[in-house]
């Protein structure tokens, strides 16, 4: 059991110990056999070392669940294959268990922990462990040309995990500092494959959106019903449904997959193209003031039963709208931190458009550049800190297709420019 949560002082070096016995896996005994028989039933024999490799828990404990299964003349017993495992297959009591227990959950995988052990870790990894400095603020937006004063703003916003709302018109870079808030926070942290709440299973780890680091074997043993993660980043944007924020039920495996807010857990959680979504900012913003004030959620099962879960993510909010017509003062009120990206200055688009090109590999004389920032006043645009590398990209696409080295000059410019823009085809 995970009675205590380790101090923040010690997480780099904790990993959620080994259960020694059915109790201190924070599940009941008939939940996990009947999980065993489940899971011994997906082959027409299997060895306890097998069933304990795809449960992820110790051989013994799983041996002392078939033997139960085997006693209950479930399993037949085909022989030991070593100590303290043995060869097992389902008698015929065990295959009418088996579509007794898919008919109430469909769930074959790793045990899950406890609701309990989830939440506490989960709160001991939501802080980062060691305060972030400006110098790895820097390192984490080193690639995007920042004022000092947004960067320690950023700053701020990451130590504290309070939501950061940022605003401004299409172009500014608005998404781009969002997704690199993540990059600063550097030390993994553990998430369980799946958690259990009575009899229902939710899904937490998701490969497509948490980046495994593989270095579980470097502490000495450890539950392996938890995988250790990179703090995930997690974007959503305007798929997004009010639905989506909730526990998804799959009626044909019959268990449960988190909504993204949790599996954003001890990372960042990036709401792009605010008041863009299927949702109103309104209902959005109501559903989530309790989990933002409070850092908890709350989640319905199919059976009208409600859980709470940490709300433990930094949250932020990018929009290109007026924020003033999105939601009212009261609730930005509560926003941890506000900021409002400006178009770049021309100083500061020359330094984005330079090492674009430097890291393109694409030559050009000074000159180039101040032709480009005239185009800019003669048509009267205004610079966005995205335009140097789309430019810079169609100039490429430009070369690839004649056959021309990278070498910028005026011709080509006004070419990239007017396809970028757009231009009449006579």
């Not at 969002?178 to 490969?207: G, K």
Request: proline share 6%; net charge negative; aromatic share 10%.
């Amino acid at each position: 059991m995970y009675d205590e949560s380790p101090s923040h002082s010690s997480i780099s070096g904790f990993a959620p110990p080994i259960p020694e016995s059915i109790e201190e896996t924070g599940l009941s005994f008939q939940f996990l056999v009947d999980l065993a028989l489940k899971t011994a039933a997906t082959e027409s024999s299997m060895t306890t070392g097998q069933v304990a490799e795809r449960l992820c828990l110790p051989l013994p404990l799983v041996e002392e669940l078939l033997q139960y299964l085997y006693r209950e003349k479930y399993l037949d017993g085909r022989g030991a294959v070593g100590f303290n495992s043995n060869r097992y297959a389902l008698l015929d009591r065990g295959w009418d268990q088996l579509r007794r227990l898919m008919e109430m959950s469909g769930y074959i995988g790793p045990a899950p922990v406890s609701l309990n052990a989830y939440s506490a870790l989960m709160r001991s990894q939501a802080l980062p462990e060691e305060k972030v400095g400006f110098d790895q603020v820097e390192r984490a937006f080193s690639d995007l040309v920042l004022p000092e004063s947004l960067l320690q703003t950023l700053g701020f916003a990451i130590n504290s995990r309070r939501s950061l709302f940022i605003s401004g018109i299409p172009g500014t870079g608005k998404t781009s500092i969002a997704e690199r808030v993540n990059y600063a926070l550097q030390a993994p942290i553990w998430v369980p494959h799946a958690i259990a709440i009575d009899e229902h299973v939710i899904s937490i780890f998701d490969a497509h959106n948490h980046d495994r680091t593989y270095d579980e074997e470097i502490f000495q043993g450890y539950d392996r019903r938890w995988v250790r993660i990179s703090r995930p980043l997690i974007i959503v944007g305007g798929e997004m449904t009010l639905e989506s924020t909730d526990l998804i039920y799959n009626r044909a495996s019959r268990y449960y997959e988190a909504p993204f807010q949790i599996k954003a857990n001890c990372g960042t959680l990036v709401i792009d193209d605010f008041g863009r979504q299927r949702v109103e900012p309104e209902e959005l913003l109501n559903r989530w003031i309790v989990p933002l004030e409070r850092k908890v959620d709350f989640l319905t099962l199919h059976t009208g039963k409600k859980i709470s879960v940490p709300f433990e993510q930094l949250v932020v909010f990018s929009t290109n709208l007026e924020p003033s017509r999105l939601v009212d003062e009261a609730f930005l009120r509560r926003m941890g931190y506000r900021v409002r990206i400006e178009p770049p200055s021309e100083s500061i688009y020359r330094v984005i458009f330079e090492r674009y090109a430097d890291t393109a590999g694409v030559v050009f004389e000074p000159e180039i550049l101040d032709h480009l920032l005239q185009k800019y006043t003669a048509e009267r645009r205004i610079r966005k800190a995205c335009e140097p590398r789309d430019l810079i990209n169609r100039f490429l696409d430009i070369c690839q297709f004649r056959g021309l080295p990278p070498i910028l000059n005026e011709e080509l410019l006004d070419l990239s420019w007017s396809n970028y823009f757009g231009m009449a085809h006579e």
